[in-house]
C-alpha cells in the first residue's frame, strides 16, 4: 500500500481499534493481514511521538532492496533487444548459465518490467455508458469449419441495446464491409449516430502521428449515412468490449458441440440463432430481452436514406479478341467492339458492364467463382487475332502508335498476343505514356510489349482508378462540346477587370488584333 490508500487504512484500523475491535476483527473486516494491522498501528504512533513535516510526508523516499539480477540487468537487456519474445523460463536458462542463483519468480517479474519500459502500455478503455442510438461497434473474426473450411464472422452491435446483426461471409474486402455495414442498419431500421471499429483495412489506409487516415471510399459511404466514424486504437480490442464479447458468447454457445460443413449452413444457422438466441438474451443491465430493447432504440436511430449506397465493386476491363471480359476466373460476352474499355459493376448476385460513357451495354448473373461462360455462337470467331483489326485500334491513339503496331507486325512472327498485350497497358497505364514508350522503343526498332512494359515502368507511374473515370469523363465532355466551342475572351476584359474599370461594351471586330 502507498500514498493515499495507506493512509485511508490506517484511518479504518485506528477508528476500529477506538471501537474496541480485537487486531483480529480489525484484519478480518478490513481483509488485511493481522501483522499489517500491527504494523500500521506502530507507525501512527511513532509518527505521534516522533512528528513529522509535511515535505517528508509527501516526499518520504523509498528505499529500494538490492536484488540478485541487478547486476545481471544489462545482460538482459541486451536479451531483450535480440529476441523480444524472450520468455522467462528461456532466460533463467540463460542466467544460470551466467552464474545466477536466483529463481523463476523473480525473473519473471522483472522481465514484465523491463518489457514496460522499452514498450509503453497499451490505451486502457475506459468504462462508457451510450445513449439509445447512440454508438454501434463492428469487426470481423476468422474461424475455421470442417474441412478446414476459412470463413469471417460479420458482428456489428448496437451498444445500447446490445441488437446484434451476424453474417458469415469467405472475404473482408471494402466492399463486402460496407455491405454488411448497409444490411446492419437496414435490420435495425435506422443508422447509429456513431460506429466504432479497429483499424480493418478498406476502413483505415494508415495511421500518421497516431491518427487513423480513414478510406476515402469509407468516408464518402459515412457521410451519406450521416453517422460518425470512430476508431479504437492500435492492439487495443478492449475499446469495442460489447462486440467482442458477442464473439466469445457466439463461440460457447454456437459453435460449441457443433459440426458445420459449409458457408451456406453456416449462414442459415447465424440467422436462426440471432433470431432465437441472441434477440432473446436478458439484457445484462435492464434484465428485459434485447429485442425488447431493440424496439425502444429503434426511434432514436438515425433515418435510412431513401435509396441506399452502392456497394458495388468496380473493375475496369478491356474487351478481349473474343468480345469477352473477365471477371475473377469467369469470362462474360459483352457487345463492345474489341480492345475497348469498359466498366464492371459487380456485386455478389449480378454484374453489369457499361461503357467508358456509362451506357448501360448488358447485365449477367453472377457466375461463382471458377465457373465458366458458356459464349452464344454470334460471339464465337474464328479468328483467333484479328490483326487488322487490332492494328486499325493502336492505329486510333495516334500515328506514332500505329506505326509501331504495323512495325511489330512486320517484325513478329505471331504478332496477335502482342497487339493485344499492347492494347491492355491502357489498364494501367495511361494512353500518352504508353504511346510514349512505343514512340522510344521504335527509335532503337525494339519491337516488343515487354520493352514497351519496361520503359513504362522506369519513367512513368500506373494510373489509378481515378484517372480512368477521369479520363472517360474528359472525353464525354469534349464531344458534347464540339459542336458549342467556347471562345475566349478579349483581353481587355481582364485589363478593366485589374484597374476596377467597368469593362468596354464593344467588342473587337473579327480579325481585329487584341490588346
Not at 471501537?19 to 483480529?24: E, I, L, N, T, V
Not at 548459465?97 to 509503453?120: C, D, H, N, Q, S
Not at 435506422?190 to 494508415?206: C, F, I, N, Q
Request: include cysteine; glycine fraction near 6%.
Amino acid at each position: 500500500m502507498r500514498g493515499e490508500q495507506r493512509r485511508r487504512v490506517t484511518y479504518d484500523v485506528q477508528r476500529l481499534m477506538q471501537a474496541g475491535r480485537s487486531q483480529r476483527e480489525i484484519a478480518h473486516t478490513l481483509g488485511i493481514a493481522r501483522k499489517t494491522v500491527r504494523k500500521l498501528l506502530r507507525e501512527l504512533e511513532g509518527r505521534r511521538a516522533e512528528g513529522e513535516s509535511a515535505l517528508e510526508r509527501e516526499l518520504r523516499p523509498r528505499v529500494a532492496k538490492a536484488s540478485k539480477l541487478d547486476s545481471h540487468e544489462e545482460k538482459v537487456l541486451e536479451w531483450l533487444g535480440k529476441w523480444p519474445d524472450l520468455t522467462a523460463v528461456r532466460c533463467l536458462e540463460k542466467l544460470e548459465a551466467e552464474g545466477f542463483k536466483g529463481g523463476y519468480t523473480i525473473v519473471r517479474e522483472r522481465l514484465k518490467a523491463l518489457r514496460l519500459e522499452l514498450v509503453p502500455p497499451l490505451p486502457k478503455a475506459t468504462p462508457f455508458e451510450t445513449a439509445p442510438g447512440q454508438r454501434a461497434e463492428y469487426d470481423w473474426s476468422p474461424y475455421t469449419l470442417e474441412g478446414g473450411l476459412k470463413v469471417q464472422l460479420w458482428n456489428a452491435t448496437l451498444r445500447w441495446s446490445r441488437a446484434p446483426s451476424l453474417a458469415a461471409d469467405t472475404n473482408t474486402r471494402q466492399t463486402t464491409i460496407l455491405r454488411r455495414l448497409r444490411e446492419s442498419f437496414e435490420e435495425w431500421g435506422g443508422v447509429p449516430h456513431e460506429a466504432l471499429t479497429d483499424s480493418m483495412p478498406g476502413v483505415v489506409d494508415r495511421w500518421e502521428c497516431d491518427q487513423p487516415i480513414l478510406n476515402a471510399r469509407y468516408v464518402d459511404f459515412v457521410a451519406y449515412y450521416g453517422y460518425r466514424a470512430l476508431t479504437a486504437p492500435r492492439r487495443c480490442p478492449q475499446w469495442k468490449a460489447v462486440a467482442e464479447r458477442l464473439f466469445l458468447f457466439h463461440e460457447k454457445n454456437l459453435l460449441n458441440g457443433r459440426t458445420i460443413r459449409s458457408v451456406e449452413e453456416y449462414a442459415e444457422l447465424l440467422a436462426w440463432w440471432r433470431r432465437e438466441k441472441a434477440l432473446g438474451k436478458a439484457h445484462p443491465e435492464t434484465g428485459r430481452p434485447v429485442h425488447e430493447m431493440l424496439a425502444l432504440e429503434r426511434p432514436q436511430l438515425l433515418p435510412l436514406p431513401a435509396r441506399p449506397y452502392d456497394t458495388r465493386d468496380v473493375f475496369v476491363r478491356l474487351v478481349d479478341d473474343y468480345q469477352r471480359v473477365q471477371v475473377e476466373t469467369n469470362h462474360y460476352p459483352v457487345p463492345a467492339p474489341i480492345g475497348s474499355r469498359v466498366y464492371v459493376c459487380a456485386d455478389a448476385a449480378r454484374l453489369e458492364i457499361v461503357d467508358q460513357q456509362a451506357r448501360r451495354l448488358i447485365e449477367h448473373e453472377r457466375l461463382p467463382d471458377g465457373a465458366r461462360t458458356k459464349l452464344t455462337p454470334p460471339h464465337v470467331r474464328k479468328v483467333r487475332y484479328d490483326l487488322d483489326e487490332l492494328v486499325e485500334r493502336l492505329s486510333g491513339w495516334g500515328e506514332r502508335a500505329g506505326a509501331y503496331a504495323l512495325g511489330l507486325r512486320e517484325a513478329r512472327r505471331y504478332p496477335g498476343p502482342q497487339l493485344a498485350r499492347l492494347l491492355q497497358l491502357q489498364i494501367d497505364w495511361s494512353v500518352d505514356d504508353v504511346v510514349a514508350a512505343m514512340d522510344q522503343a521504335m527509335a532503337y526498332r525494339c519491337y516488343d510489349v515487354a520493352a514497351v512494359l519496361r520503359i513504362l515502368e522506369t519513367r512513368y507511374s500506373p494510373r489509378r482508378f481515378e484517372d480512368h473515370i477521369a479520363d472517360s469523363t474528359r472525353q464525354r465532355i469534349q464531344e458534347v462540346m464540339k459542336d458549342h466551342p467556347v471562345t475566349p475572351r478579349p483581353l481587355s476584359t481582364y485589363t478593366a477587370l485589374r484597374e476596377g474599370d467597368p469593362p468596354r461594351e464593344k467588342r473587337s471586330e473579327p480579325g481585329a488584333s487584341s490588346d
